[in-house]
């Protein structure tokens, strides 16, 4: 039976640094205080939207949200980000996406202030990521995957890593950030020949194709953690699952993270941790 690798201990462990340092901040007359933009009303967005309001009213961060009807224009939203971007009061943004199919998603994500970007959505916060700088933030889920296998213990200096996934969100970020800590990456995707090859030699997996249960036992073997950032609905099942058969895997592999419960429970915690050092940053 693998190592159960739950969120929520990892959450509390990064509230209870961000709650010390909200008080700090306080104690200066300065309220960390984030903007979430939504369009329209997908229900994905809304859970995500109350999840991390819970989440940070809960360590003392304000939140602003400003919700446009899916059918406004791409100057209105424009109008709304500068607006955040001009506000000294707002020290994070967080943009809801995917947008609506008539904006220029790129162009509207590039109008936020890197400086209020917390989730990686400009340019400029993934050239900070390329670089190992701090301009902006790396994506919260991306940081969640590292946070919670640090929590847990496991080295990544020297580790092999197979990430499964290519995208902007988690799989080149996250790839990055790996490297960064001296891991040695394996990048896949849905073209990549002999996926079980690739997967053969690595000590930690990541599994981020958006697609459910792509990883399955005939691709792990004994020793190895397998990182679950998916989050799919099962018809069938009638619950969510990630993008590992964890039912297949669980019984293989040494740790996994479990959907829901797992990656997903640190990503807002990760949020929070980056307002507050937008605020400490604009604050010195």
């Known amino acids: ?38 369009v329209g009303e997908r229900e994905d967005d809304l ?3 109350r999840g991390a309001t819970r989440r940070c009213e809960s360590l003392g961060i304000a939140i602003r949200s400003i919700t446009l009807e899916e059918g406004c224009t791409q100057d209105e939203l424009l109008h709304a980000i500068s607006a955040i971007n001009e506000d000294v009061t ?29 989730d990686c959505a400009t340019d400029k916060s993934l050239l900070g990521v390329f670089v190992n700088r701090t301009e902006g933030f790396p994506p ?9 296998l640090d929590h847990y213990g496991y080295t990544l200096e020297g580790a092999n890593v197979c990430v499964l996934g290519r995208s902007l969100v988690i799989g080149k970020p996250v790839s990055l950030m790996l490297q960064a800590r001296n891991a040695t ?11 079980s090859d690739s997967c053969s030699n690595a000590d930690v997996v990541i599994v981020a194709t958006g697609h459910p249960k792509t990883l399955t036992a005939d691709y792990v073997h004994e020793g190895q953690v397998v990182v679950d950032v ?11 699952c990630g993008d590992a058969d964890y039912d297949s895997v669980e019984p293989v592999v040494e740790a996994i993270t479990p959907v829901p419960g797992g990656v997903g429970s640190v990503t807002t915690a990760v949020l929070a941790k980056h307002v507050v050092e937008a605020a400490e940053r604009m604050a010195r």
């Open 230 to 240: 998916g989050i799919n609905w099962d018809p069938v099942a009638n619950k969510l």
């Open 90 to 118: 707002v020290h994070g943004c967080l943009l809801l996406r995917p947008l609506p199919p008539h904006m220029d998603e790129h162009a509207v994500c590039n109008k936020l202030s890197e400086s209020k970007d917390v």
């Open 47 to 49: 859970a995500y939207e």
């Open 140 to 148: 919260c889920t991306a940081e969640a995957c590292i946070a919670i």
């Open 1 to 38: 039976m693998a190592r159960i690798l739950r969120g929520k201990p990892v959450a509390q462990a990064l509230d209870a640094q961000v709650g010390d340092r909200v008080r700090v901040l306080k104690a200066k007359g300065v309220v960390p205080t984030l903007a979430i933009v939504r």
């Open 185 to 195: 990456v394996t990048m896949c995707h849905t073209r990549t020949r002999d996926l």
